[in-house]
């Protein structure tokens, strides 16, 4: 069974967005080291999971991106979660709807190799953070405070640390473990 993987660039004070909905705080922090961190991360994954509202931008993106992220994001196939698309121009790309919970736990025991890595949006984050489902939480905290937006956590969660890495341009990285 897939374990499932939430990546997520956060601020120092726990937003996954600013409130005007702009990504250049995204940028502070970044470095080469982070970058590797970055394509190693989405390379692992067997599959990657995005919400509706994030594959727009990234299917217009990746296909014609240089970026040393776009081949692992352009290669390794995807599933998007929508009530309301139902077609998908991206290669490897499977578009589901219904249930979030169901469609997690059936994508986890489908896939026995690598991990389901989840990223895009804060309204797709949080409502997997409230299944429960995800066994590990990789944070890139960047070194910028938005002052308010939407956060990544919205009841108590307990995480169990496992690893920290400091990037050299201001970025950290903390990995954490699902509490049972």
């Known amino acids: 069974m897939a374990s499932l993987v939430l990546k ?3 601020s ?8 005007d909905e702009s990504g250049d705080w995204i940028g502070a922090g970044g470095s080469d080291d982070a970058m590797d961190w970055l394509v190693e991360t ?3 994954a067997s599959t990657h ?3 509706a509202t994030s594959y727009g931008p990234m299917a217009a993106f990746y296909p014609t991106s ?3 992220f776009a081949k692992p994001m352009n290669d390794i196939p995807k599933v ?3 009530n309301s698309l139902t077609t998908a121009d991206w290669a490897e790309t499977t578009i589901v709807s219904g249930d979030l919970a169901k469609n997690i736990t059936r994508l986890k025991q489908e896939h026995s190799d690598g991990y389901l890595l989840a ?3 804060a309204k797709f984050a949080q409502s997997l953070v ?4 995800i066994d590990e939480y990789r944070l890139a905290v960047h070194p910028v405070v938005l002052g308010t937006g939407e956060p990544l956590f919205r009841a108590p969660l307990t995480l169990e640390p496992t690893s920290t890495t400091v990037f050299s341009g201001g970025i950290v990285a903390h990995t954490f473990a699902a509490k049972p």
């Open 130 to 133: 409230a299944t429960g489902l």
């Open 49 to 51: 999971l995005v919400g």
């Open 8 to 10: 997520m660039s956060i």
């Open 80 to 82: 998007v979660f929508s």
């Open 12 to 19: 120092l004070d726990g937003y996954v967005a600013a409130a």
């Open 42 to 44: 989405l390379s692992g």
């Open 119 to 121: 990223h895009g949006g």
């Open 66 to 68: 240089t970026a040393p």
